[in-house]
């Protein structure tokens, strides 16, 4: 399967790659910020089918064209979309100022949208796009304080997610998205020191990895949550 990965350089984007790569049919692309960590992941793909290219979810407009020819010359045409890429900043809402609350908005929301339209021509019947949320931007869910803009990132990416899965349904291509819960990441861990998960990324990888294969037989439209605890 040709399979893209949206912030795939550490944490559980990371692994989800890992996890992918390790069938040699897969061709894995991935994006992300980290020039030095997207190498590293080319040089663990030991069945050599990890392509990379480096991007930033705040400039992904300027980028377009070169996304699309580097998707054009290492993949041709894209089965999956696992868009991972996301940023969290813990900080009352009163002590957001507005170049934070974009970049968050640019990073969870804007950019995958964006990288979605990028790579819909690529896209035919039988594909599946899967967006990665969280529990605090799930309805009805616990909310956190600190969490304001972050929550409200990941429910805009949700309620885009069933839009999609409307408009992609004649085209036969799936859209879905996972909530999840806190899984122990590097960013969970800047966000909130000390913290602990109940979730490593490693299993949370695992979970993802099947469903973004198999989850398009069952599922289109839906906003699933994926949480052991609370959140």
């Known amino acids: 399967m040709k399979i893209v990965v949206n912030g795939g350089t550490r944490g559980i984007g990371r692994e989800i790659v890992l996890l992918l790569a390790r069938e040699k049919r897969n061709l894995v692309f991935v994006t ?8 590293q992941l080319s040089a663990d793909a030991v069945n050599g089918n990890i392509f990379t290219h480096p991007l930033d979810m705040m400039h992904i407009e300027e980028n377009e064209k070169s996304v699309a020819e580097a998707i ?18 813990s900080a009352d809402f009163m002590d957001f100022n507005n170049k934070e609350a974009v970049r968050m908005m640019e990073t969870n929301f804007f950019g ?26 799930f309805q009805g869910s616990s909310k956190y304080r600190g969490l304001s803009y972050y ?7 949700s309620c885009l997610s069933e839009c999609l899965a409307e408009e992609f349904r004649d085209a036969g291509i799936a859209v879905n998205c996972l909530a999840l819960g806190s ?5 969970l861990e800047e966000a909130f020191p000390g913290y602990k998960a109940e ?12 469903f973004a ?9 839906k906003v699933i949550p994926v949480a052991a605890g609370d959140p």
């Open 32 to 39: 992300g910020r980290n020039r030095i960590n997207l190498k």
């Open 72 to 89: 054009a010359g290492s993949l041709k045409n894209v089965d999956i979309l696992i868009n991972n890429a996301g940023t969290l900043v």
């Open 112 to 137: 995958p949208a964006s990288l979605i339209r990028i790579l819909r021509p690529f896209m035919s019947k039988g594909s599946h796009i899967v967006n990665i949320s969280s529990m605090g931007g």
């Open 151 to 157: 929550s409200a990132s990941k429910a805009a990416l």
């Open 183 to 187: 899984v122990q990441t590097e960013m």
């Open 199 to 210: 979730v490593s990324a490693r299993d949370m990888a695992e979970f993802i990895a099947d």
């Open 213 to 221: 294969i198999n989850g398009n037989k069952f599922f289109n439209g």
